[in-house]
Nanobody, 124 residues
């Protein structure tokens, strides 16, 4: 199994930036695709971005394209989500998740392991 821990969340003004980190423990996720999801109060969890095990393939939900960048450093067992030009609608708890599907997936059902989440709040 893989244990994931997110960090880097916080309070930021609209237009600002944050970088989230997701680090694995217990087992490396070098052979796992990793996704970022988010959940706002009263809403269901939604897909944000995913990266393949190799790091060569990435995908994003339309609302964050051009603003967010997902990357990974397998030697550090860490995946990052660089978030720029943040908007109030980006406010949510952000979760990382690991999947045995090598290319990743926008579907939460494809992910076996989930972190506890990190809060991102974007003020107007």
């Amino acid at each position: 199994q893989v244990q994931l821990v997110e960090s880097g969340g916080g309070l930021v003004q609209a237009g600002g930036s944050l970088r989230l980190s997701c680090t694995a423990s217990g087992r490396t996720f070098s052979s796992n695709a990793v996704g970022w999801f988010r959940q706002a109060p009263g809403k269901e969890r939604e897909f944000v971005a995913t990266i393949s095990w190799s790091g060569r393939t990435t995908s994003y939900t339309d609302s964050v394209k051009g603003r967010f960048t997902i990357s990974r450093d397998n030697a550090k067992n860490t995946v990052y989500l660089q978030m720029n030009t943040l908007k109030p609608e980006d406010t949510a708890v952000y979760y990382c998740a690991a999947s045995p599907v090598s290319l990743g997936s926008p579907s939460s059902s494809a992910y076996d392991y989930w972190g506890q989440g990190t809060q991102v709040t974007v003020s107007s």
